[in-house]
């Protein structure tokens, strides 16, 4: 399948437009898949003011453009976007233009892409510098493309996340140790899920900022939606925390796109309560 | 034709079943809405929305759009038919208030 190319560049004349063929167009996609740094993020929007602005490439007439600008690939909205490193996915597309480009325009693509990617049209990508201090040694490593597949996010839930384990189960507290919640009323006390947690092997904790040797697990935390469900967040070896909603990708961010420093202070949307900090480690049994 | 009701984390989401004659109606109903260029904006936590499955696309209900994904291509279209707050009252009676709140609104 061919694909149409646009190169968003103009403000006031169209912008140019050319077809690349099948077997270029074969490329195109190999290139998307060597990426592997996925993001649930979107671009907020088109990126710079005057002059290039990205490419919009369509497989047809009516598939959803994919976006590519400053490293960002965005399929739409049903795939995650694409992080790469470097400019070569669109110096490729560059190249494809042939002389559907003048030497003016080719030559001012080219000094902006002589620029390193910038990934600030997404929102909530967190400088590192701002993530509190990770105290535990066995804290997993913020890597979403593991847990963002067919095969593994519909699977698989908040709770499965927190724990960093994939049982493909939707696990429940409680399940694998015959205590499961019963009620979501309450964080402690009969039937709630802390102690349906407690009986699978995970430890409360007033805080996240206790020493935690290997083998000693990393924090989780435990909020919730009253009477509705409930919701868990891990602390990555970054410092920031990240989760899963159900089974949506994993991402990094907040309600309202902003870094996870905490859990207790980060909009949560319903999950109104926040519960108590926790400590999990590789040991714990989750079903 | 099922639907999931898209809300939870960690309990899995509601699904339901709807009566033949709803599904068809709702089909047709999908079939003449206007299409957009909108985006669908999705929330991390809370209600996301109801997925409608039928003939191998997945149709997703939220926020004024309805979006239809079938063999990996996705168009959005204009919820000019109230199908939202169609399936959103189809929750309340099934006991969903408390989730669905006043999705219709948005």
């Given amino acids: 399948m061919s694909l149409t190319v646009t190169l968003n560049v103009f403000s006031g004349r169209p912008n140019p437009v050319w077809t690349v063929p099948e ?3 074969a490329e195109f996609t190999d290139r998307m898949s060597s990426i592997s740094t996925t993001s649930n993020l979107k671009p907020v929007g088109v990126m710079g003011a005057l002059g290039y602005r990205g490419f919009s490439v369509r497989r047809n007439e009516e598939s959803d453009a994919i976006h590519v600008h400053a490293g960002v690939i965005d399929p739409g909205h049903a795939s995650p976007t694409l992080l790469a490193t470097d400019r070569e996915i669109e110096k490729w597309l560059l190249s ?3 002389a559907h480009l003048t030497a003016a325009v080719k030559t001012h693509v080219e000094e902006s892409l002589a620029g390193p990617v910038s990934h600030e049209a997404l ?18 490593v913020y890597n979403p493309a593991i847990w963002n597949t067919p095969a593994v996010q519909p699977h698989n839930n908040c709770y499965n996340y927190a724990n960093n384990r994939i049982t493909n189960t939707f696990a429940q507290p409680g399940r694998a140790t015959g205590h499961m919640y019963t009620q979501l009323k309450t964080c402690t006390g009969v039937g709630a ?27 989780v935390a435990l909020v919730l939606w009253p009477n509705v469900d409930y919701h868990w967040y891990r602390q990555d070896k970054v410092g920031c925390w990240s989760h899963k909603p159900g089974s949506t990708a994993a991402r990094n961010v907040d309600n309202a796109g902003h870094t996870i420093t905490d ?5 949560r949307g319903p999950y109104t309560v926040f519960c108590t900090y926790m400590i999990t480690k590789a040991s714990v049994h989750i079903k | 034709m099922d639907v999931e009701l898209d809300a939870f984390s960690g309990r899995p989401n509601p699904k339901w079943t709807l009566s033949a004659d709803k599904a068809s109606r709702i089909l047709k109903q999908i079939a003449s809405l206007p299409e957009t260029n909108d985006t669908l904006h999705i929330p991390d936590l809370g209600f996301r929305g109801f997925v409608l499955r039928s003939g191998g696309r997945s149709i997703r209900v939220f926020g004024g759009l309805v979006t239809i994904e079938s063999a990996g291509v996705t168009k959005a279209h204009r919820d000019t038919a109230g199908i939202l707050k169609d399936l959103t009252e189809d929750a309340r009676k099934r006991g969903f208030e408390a989730v669905v709140g006043d999705s219709a609104k948005h």
């Avoid at chain 1, 929102?123 to 509190?132: A, F, H, L, T």
């Avoid at chain 1, 102690?195 to 924090?219: E, I, K, T």
Wanted: charged share 10%.
């Fill in chain 1, 23 to 25: 077997g270029a167009a």
């Fill in chain 1, 96 to 98: 494809t233009a042939g």
């Fill in chain 1, 123 to 140: 929102r909530g990508v967190p400088p590192p510098s701002r993530c509190p201090a990770c105290n535990a040694v066995d804290a997993p």
């Fill in chain 1, 193 to 219: 899920v802390e102690p349906a947690a407690v009986s699978d092997g995970l430890v409360a904790s007033a805080n996240f900022s206790g020493h935690l040797a290997a083998r000693h697990g990393w924090y």
């Fill in chain 1, 263 to 267: 859990p207790k202070t980060a909009n």
